[in-house]
């Protein structure tokens, strides 16, 4: 079965590589998507893929990378869009 969720992350998430920490994760677990930082200083990520992969990916995110802070992850039910690969978005 299939999940796709838009995860909006605040703390300390830019500068700390959480979009290298994301992306690596997500080409082990396959799942498809894109992380972006966002100009308000969250970092934004969607996944899909199946159900128990994009789950490790939120619990792997509301923990982040070594010298992340995490204050908040927001996670939104998405409509699957069957996304080829994983990227990293600049804005």
């Known amino acids: 079965m299939k999940k796709s969720v838009r995860l909006y992350i605040n703390g300390t998430v ?3 590589f ?24 969250r970092l934004e990520v969607f996944l899909e893929g199946n159900v128990e992969d994009v789950n490790k990916m939120i619990e792997l995110c509301k923990k982040g990378p ?20 994983f990227k990293v978005l600049h804005i």
Do not use: C, M
Request: glycine share 6%.
């Open 14 to 16: 830019q500068g700390v």
């Open 18 to 41: 959480f979009r290298a920490f994301v992306k690596e994760n997500a080409e082990r677990y396959n799942v498809k998507g894109f992380v972006r930082n966002l100009e308000d200083g």
């Open 66 to 85: 070594k010298h992340s802070q995490i204050r908040d992850v927001e996670v939104n039910p998405e409509r699957f869009q069957d996304f080829k690969t």
